[in-house]
């Protein structure tokens, strides 16, 4: 079963960007689904972006359609959510999550494995 560990939260102001990483253990990676899921403070997790285990099929949540983009590298066992023009609303713990298609992925239900977190705090 894969193992994932996410990397690149922080503080930024409002208008700026981060790069977060979700690195994947176990040589399985490529043939997982993965997705890009947050919460907020008081606020049920929501799926945020997801990208198919062939690159080039992703789903991205209308929320941070045109802001946010997630991309894969197999070859480094690792996903990517570049996050720019972020907005204090943007301000959650960020998970990532492997599942058997994009379709389960965006659901958020039945995924095989989950990343710890990382925060991500944008200021005003």
């Known amino acids: 079963q894969v193992q994932l560990v996410e990397s690149g939260g922080g503080l930024v102001q409002a208008g700026g960007s981060l790069r977060l990483s979700c690195a994947a253990s176990g040589r399985t990676f490529s043939s997982y689904a993965m997705g890009w899921f947050r919460q907020a403070p008081g606020k049920e997790r929501e799926f945020v972006a997801g990208?198919?285990?062939?690159?080039?099929?992703?789903n991205v949540a209308d929320s941070v359609k045109g802001r946010f983009t997630v991309s894969r590298d197999n070859a480094k066992n690792t996903v990517y959510l570049q996050m720019n023009s972020l907005k204090p609303e943007d301000t959650a713990v960020y998970y990532c999550?492997?599942?058997?298609?994009?379709?389960?992925?965006?659901?958020?239900?039945?995924?095989?494995?989950w990343g710890q977190g990382t925060l991500v705090t944008v200021s005003s």
């Open positions: 999550a492997a599942g058997g298609s994009l379709s389960t992925v965006v659901t958020g239900n039945g995924l095989d494995a």
């Open positions: 990208i198919s285990w062939l690159p080039g099929r992703t």
